[in-house]
């Protein structure tokens, strides 16, 4: 079983997600372990591609996520390998690594903060763990892996591996000796090329057995919002406001048709932000913007999002999409699309720019 590290393990490996998943089913690999330095970022790509390989390819893979967390014990920094066991080990890693934002160095959480965050957790540890913290500092499941890591794919990647590294140490590659004695890891790293090698070690049916198969479709996957009780109304109730306050009646009185471009547009986003989820989305955009307004805080939209009528009459944008320049007459032509902010044909969450 291998704990392999991608590319978004900045300044450590050399590892694209979509590669190590073809390569995977290709040398017809059990099981994968995502495990990157101080980030999950990676993660929910890591699952949705093998989601999407199972689907496609005859071999099928598992594969389960992690981190590899930065910390300190007794004057050693190391990295603790923190296992996913259910959807708690999940947000217990989300808690950990967003100290990293208050913490004094950004590479290392202290060892505290994650003690108090060690539910749905298993600490796996190999021959290469560098830190060996005794069950008494630290109450947390165990599991001791037979397998290896993975930094780069191919044998032939050794070298822009070595690039990576270089510009983490800032030396040149000449100077990579000088890297491979910093760390005894870097040097068992550079006798061994840890590529990913048609080799592994038995699979362990009892990580299995600890570890809960994680799907894309689960809840805890979705972003977590605050919850109000029927967010698709609050929505339709603060935009209802909007539309008094923009004038919107008052502006179109004289023109039908131009009051059906608006209804007819605001009743689409509205449907489309109802069947995407995206209805809370719009909620937290919109208390962020009132929290700026309150305290004086100039804040304004960036983006595709300006294309959006929720946007201006929830108060989020000051540019009406349908008639952007009130002193000309109406033009249909000049109106901006909501389409390239989001429509109904895309599967993954919007994004708002707020500067």
Same mark, same amino acid.
């Given at each position: 079983?291998?704990?392999?590290?991608?590319?978004?393990?900045?300044?450590?490996?050399?590892?694209?997600?979509?590669? +190590?998943?073809? &390569?995977? @089913?290709? $040398?017809?690999?059990?099981?994968?372990? /995502?495990?990157?330095?101080?980030? *999950?970022?990676?993660?929910?790509?890591?699952?949705?591609?093998?989601?999407?390989?199972?689907?496609?390819?005859?071999?099928?893979?598992?594969?389960?996520?992690?981190?590899?967390?930065?910390?300190?014990?007794?004057?050693?920094?190391?990295?603790?390998?923190?296992?996913?066991?259910?959807?708690?080990?999940?947000?217990?890693?989300?808690?950990?690594?967003?100290?990293?934002?208050?913490?004094?160095?950004?590479?290392?959480?202290?060892?505290?903060?994650?003690?108090?965050?060690?539910?749905?957790?298993?600490?796996?540890?190999?021959?290469?763990?560098?830190?060996?913290?005794?069950?008494?500092?630290?109450?947390?499941?165990?599991?001791? +892996?037979?397998? &290896?890591? @993975?930094? $780069?794919?191919?044998?032939?990647?050794? /070298?822009?591996?070595?690039?990576? *590294?270089?510009?983490?140490?800032?030396?040149?590659?000449?100077?990579?000796?000088?890297?491979?004695?910093?760390?005894?890891?870097?040097?068992?790293?550079?006798?061994?090329?840890?590529?990913?090698?048609?080799?592994?070690?038995?699979?362990?049916?009892?990580?299995?057995?600890?570890?809960?198969?994680?799907?894309?479709?689960?809840?805890?996957?979705?972003?977590?919002?605050?919850?109000?009780?029927?967010?698709?109304?609050?929505?339709?109730?603060?935009?209802?406001?909007?539309?008094?306050?923009?004038?919107?009646?008052?502006?179109?009185?004289?023109?039908?048709?131009?009051?059906?471009?608006?209804?007819?547009?605001?009743?689409?986003? +509205?449907?489309?932000?109802?069947?995407?989820?995206?209805?809370?989305?719009?909620?937290?955009?919109?208390?962020?913007?009132?929290?700026?307004?309150?305290?004086?805080?100039?804040?304004?939209?960036?983006?595709?999002?300006?294309?959006?009528?929720?946007?201006?009459?929830?108060?989020?944008?000051?540019?009406?999409?349908?008639?952007?320049?009130?002193?000309?007459?109406?033009?249909?032509?000049?109106?901006?699309?909501?389409?390239?902010?989001?429509?109904?044909?895309?599967?993954?969450?919007?994004?708002?720019?707020?500067?």
């Amino acid at each position: 079983m291998m704990i392999c590290h991608s590319h978004y393990s900045i300044q450590d490996a050399f590892c694209h997600i979509d590669d +190590l998943i073809e &390569r995977a @089913v290709e $040398y017809k690999l059990p099981y994968l372990i /995502l495990m990157d330095r101080n980030t *999950l970022s990676g993660c929910v790509e890591f699952l949705h591609e093998i989601e999407s390989s199972n689907k496609k390819k005859e071999h099928k893979i598992i594969g389960m996520i992690g981190c590899q967390v930065g910390t300190e014990y007794n004057g050693q920094f190391g990295y603790l390998n923190l296992l996913c066991k259910n959807k708690d080990g999940w947000f217990s890693l989300c808690r950990i690594l967003s100290q990293l934002q208050s913490a004094k160095d950004y590479y290392f959480v202290p060892l505290e903060l994650i003690k108090a965050n060690l539910r749905g957790l298993i600490l796996v540890t190999t021959s290469l763990s560098a830190l060996d913290i005794p069950a008494t500092e630290l109450n947390i499941e165990r599991f001791e +892996l037979e397998g &290896r890591e @993975v930094f $780069y794919i191919d044998e032939t990647d050794y /070298l822009y591996q070595q690039i990576v *590294l270089c510009s983490k140490y800032q030396k040149t590659l000449a100077e990579f000796h000088e890297i491979v004695g910093m760390s005894n890891e870097l040097q068992i790293f550079a006798e061994n090329e840890w590529y990913l090698r048609n080799e592994y070690p038995q699979a362990n049916l009892r990580l299995m057995e600890l570890v809960e198969s994680f799907s894309l479709k689960s809840k805890f996957m979705i972003p977590q919002l605050p919850g109000v009780t029927n967010p698709d109304a609050r929505l339709l109730e603060i935009c209802r406001q909007g539309w008094l306050e923009r004038g919107i009646n008052a502006r179109t009185k004289d023109n039908p048709h131009l009051k059906d471009v608006y209804i007819n547009r605001i009743k689409y986003e +509205l449907q489309v932000m109802a069947k995407a989820k995206l209805s809370m989305y719009w909620l937290v955009i919109h208390d962020i913007i009132q929290y700026a307004k309150l305290h004086n805080i100039n804040c304004g939209l960036r983006g595709s999002a300006g294309g959006s009528l929720i946007a201006f009459l929830i108060g989020i944008n000051h540019l009406d999409p349908i008639w952007p320049d009130y002193a000309y007459p109406y033009d249909p032509n000049k109106s901006l699309l909501f389409e390239r902010f989001y429509s109904d044909a895309r599967n993954i969450p919007a994004t708002i720019t707020l500067e």
